[in-house]
């Protein structure tokens, strides 16, 4: 694997270029606007500057990794690609076009990852003229700082292309867990249900939303609390995760709650708003 294909520009896209780059891989980060690609350079130059600050004392931190990432809004600039992670809007039908067109477009033997929470990898492999090439990978945010992704095996995957992408991870420093194909796979299949049950106790008047957080923070010794979670995922990815796992299961443990709706249509969304359950 020499060069990295990086598809969508956002804080999940920005996050794989920078890990890649930093451990000397080549890496070209596509997004449909130029204005996103501008943005994204710069916070990514932020992501790099951080990290050289926060772990200088675990070793040396590659002060050119930003060097490493070029940036297009021409799918094209993939045609001799190895591995591309795709990270786009979690939309099938944005998806859909996104495939189709880079299925003329790469080539044969380049490995195809879908950075998706709940979208099925058998369902996007079908689009593709080498199923048995594509394979999901749910990276965590931020990725530089979270080493563990599930690998999603879809019904079309090779053991081929499991076993590459393993060692892809392996080369800069992460590791995969392998799954298989299931709306919400195991993280969010568990955590969306944790997450919406929160906000329903939210809901409900249960406790404020400081005191559902300090419940899992320091009862459970949790990182984080399922609302300051939701804030940084964002509320609209999250309403979006929870209804396709509802739909898909057809089970109403999935309903989502409607304070969380509520909130959506409000466009209190969480960190990227300025406000959710918590103000930023």
Wanted: hydrophobic letters at 40%; glycine letters at 6%; one cysteine or more.
């Amino acid at each position: 694997m020499k060069k990295i294909g990086v598809i969508g520009a956002g804080i999940m896209g920005q996050g794989v270029a920078y890990q890649f780059a930093k451990f000397d891989y080549e890496v070209c980060l596509i997004d449909i606007s130029q204005e996103v690609l501008d943005d994204s350079k710069n916070k990514i130059r932020n992501i790099s500057r951080l990290d050289m600050l926060v772990n200088r004392e675990k070793g040396p931190i590659n002060p050119t990794a930003t060097d490493n990432i070029r940036y297009s809004t021409d799918l094209r600039d993939l045609a001799d690609a190895d591995f591309i992670v795709e990270n786009i809007i979690e939309n099938v039908d944005a998806k859909t076009k996104v495939y189709q067109e880079l299925s003329e477009i790469i080539q044969t033997t380049a490995k195809v990852v879908v950075n998706t929470s709940c979208i099925t990898i058998t369902r996007i492999g079908s689009l593709m003229k080498h199923p048995e090439n594509v394979l999901g990978i749910h990276f965590m945010n931020p990725v530089h700082m979270r080493p563990t992704v599930e690998v999603i095996r879809g019904v079309y995957t090779s053991d081929e292309s499991i076993e590459t992408a393993l060692k892809t991870l392996e080369s800069v420093n992460m590791n995969g867990i392998v799954v298989n194909d299931s709306p919400g796979f195991v993280s969010n299949r568990v955590l969306m249900l944790t997450v919406n049950e929160a906000i329903f106790a939210l809901q409900d008047r249960v406790a404020d939303a400081e005191s559902i957080d300090r419940i899992h923070k320091e009862c459970f010794g949790h990182t984080m609390g399922p609302l300051e979670t939701a804030d940084l995922i964002g509320l609209d990815t999250i309403l979006y995760s929870v209804e396709v796992l509802y739909h898909s299961f057809n089970d109403s443990k999935y309903r989502p709650a409607p304070l969380l709706k509520q909130m959506v249509d409000a466009g209190k969304l969480g960190r990227k708003s300025g406000e959710g359950f918590f103000k930023y």
